[in-house]
Nanobody, 123 residues
Framework: QVQLVESGGGLVQWGGSLRLSCAASGSIFTFYEMGWYRQAQGKQRELVAVITNTGNTNYADSLKGRFTISRGNAKNTVVLQMNSLRPEDTAVYYC?????????????????WGQGTQVTVSS
């Protein structure tokens, strides 16, 4: 069973910074992609940033330049550095990990999610 353990959320003032970390445990899988999504109250979950195991990254257009995603030193970890935070960044941030499952013969994408960590930016 895969577990994604998130840390680093909290309350910060407008313009401040936070660093989110996520570590996968309980599995020997190598995830081809790990990343972060967020869900603000009353809104749909949206992409924040993802990074592949080859280092390719993809960001939400509105977050480029303020957020940076990286793979941690340990296998199956991912870090999100968030700078110049704004009240509209307030949301629950979810760690995601994805792998290909070949057990059925054809590749099937398997997604795993963390419990979420609250980020609140005060004005």
């Amino acid at each position: 069973q895969v577990q994604l353990v998130e840390s680093g959320g909290g309350l910060v003032q407008w313009g401040g910074s936070l660093r989110l970390s996520c570590a996968a445990s309980g599995s020997i899988f190598t995830f081809y992609e790990m990343g972060w999504y967020r869900q603000a109250q009353g809104k749909q979950r949206e992409l924040v940033a993802v990074i592949t195991n080859t280092g390719n990254t993809n960001y939400a257009d509105s977050l480029k330049g303020r957020f940076t995603i990286s793979r941690g030193n340990a296998k199956n970890t991912v870090v999100l550095q968030m700078n110049s935070l704004r009240p509209e960044d307030t949301a629950v941030y979810y760690c995601n990990a994805a792998r290909w499952d070949y057990s059925t013969g054809s590749p099937v994408k398997r997604d795993y999610w963390g419990q979420g960590t609250q980020v609140t930016v005060s004005s």
